[in-house]
Every structure is written in C-alpha cells, then in structure tokens.
C-alpha cells in the first residue's frame, strides 16, 4: 500500500475513533443528567427507600449495533386516547413511521405527539416513541420502554435504543404510564439502555 493511501486508511481510523467516543461521552452526559434526577428527591420517581440505596440505573453496556439509522415516512394520524396503567387516556397522534434493520430484522415503530403536552412552553417539538420487545418481564421492565425525538423529523434519523429508558411505572408509586401500542412490539431482542430496576 503506498504511503498517501495508508494516511487516508489512518485518518479515516482516526475519525471513525473520535465519532466512537463523541458518541460514548454523549450517552454518559445521558445517563449522567438521568441519574442525578433520580437521586434528586424533587425529580425522583424512586420511593425514598429505594432513592436512599441509589446510585445510578443498571443498564446495558454501550452496543452500536443498537444504535441504527431508520428512515421517516411521515403521516399524520387521528389523534387518539392512548391506553395507561391507570384510567387516565392523554390524547395522542401518530406524526409517521420510523422503519429500519436492527438484529438482522426489520422493524418499524410509530411516532407519537402527546397533543396536550405539545401546547406547553418548550414541548411543542417532543416526539415520543414507546416500545416493547422480546427482552420485557426479563431483562427489561415488563411494560415497554421509552424513546424520545425532537421534532421536525428528517427522512433520515438516528434511533439509538442505548437511550431507551423506562416509564416512571417502573419504580413504583402511584404514577400513570403510557402503555406502548401493539404496533410499537419489535420481535427482537434490545439488548440496550435501561435493565429493569430491582427494588
């Protein structure tokens, strides 16, 4: 190989390394500004007994393979009352799909804007992407876990299951938690972000 084409192979190995680790430090910021709130007794959804042995969420190590490029296809839905652990029904609309390959299967999920917290300062943008898959009532909570986007959606998004978290339902308490739509059920395994939480 001659010495301009080994430079090129070296400084492609190099970016590729400082886009790993922009990423990996991204992810710790994540989960760092998540387990703060959680040993924070204003923003904790633990009970005080479980908050007062807390010291950060178990999850799964850092895996790219969980972190793919999916590709919008927008289409705004009728708004709907999403089902809940509780009798609450917050009304929701369905803004477009997200398809693409994760495990060797593909997959789609539908993205959702919770229309009542859309109108709030600073939340007209959320998007929100509750899931189930085949690692739930074992290594994961038994009720689905959560994504969350930024709107305006391009056709090409980056869906990285490493920030998948669980619904506050997870850990007690008296909370009322979005139930993910069968539509929303992956038949594969996410081995990545938040494990369920052992009280």
């Known amino acids: 190989m001659r010495a301009p084409a080994v430079a090129v192979v070296l400084l492609c ?23 703060a709130d959680y040993r924070d007794p204003g923003h904790s959804p633990l009970l005080p007994d479980d908050r ?15 972190r793919v490029m999916a ?16 009798d609450r029904q917050p009304h929701y609309q369905a803004v477009g799909e997200l398809r693409f390959v994760v495990a060797g299967k593909k997959e789609r999920l ?8 859309s109108k709030k300062p600073g939340y007209a943008d959320f ?4 899931f189930t898959d085949l690692t739930n009532g074992e290594e994961t ?21 490493n920030r998948a ?25 996410i081995e990545a972000g938040v494990k369920a939480f052992v009280h």
């Open 127 to 130: 998007l929100f992407v509750p």
């Open 71 to 86: 590709v919008f296809k927008p289409k705004a839905g009728k708004p709907f009352a999403m089902r809940t652990t509780t």
């Open 110 to 117: 539908t993205v959702f804007r919770n229309i009542d917290l």
């Open 52 to 66: 007062a042995r807390f010291v950060e969420l178990e999850r799964f190590a850092p895996d790219e393979r969980f």
């Open 165 to 189: 978290y669980n619904p506050y339902c997870a850990y007690g308490g008296s909370y009322s938690c979005p139930i993910p739509p069968l539509e929303n059920h992956l038949e594969v395994r």
């Open 13 to 35: 190995a190099a970016l590729s390394q400082a886009q790993d680790r922009a990423w990996l430090d991204s992810l710790s910021a994540y989960w760092g500004r998540i387990n």
């Open 141 to 161: 909570y038994g009720g689905g876990r959560y994504l969350d986007l930024k709107a305006p959606l391009a056709r090409q998004v980056e869906l990285d299951f």
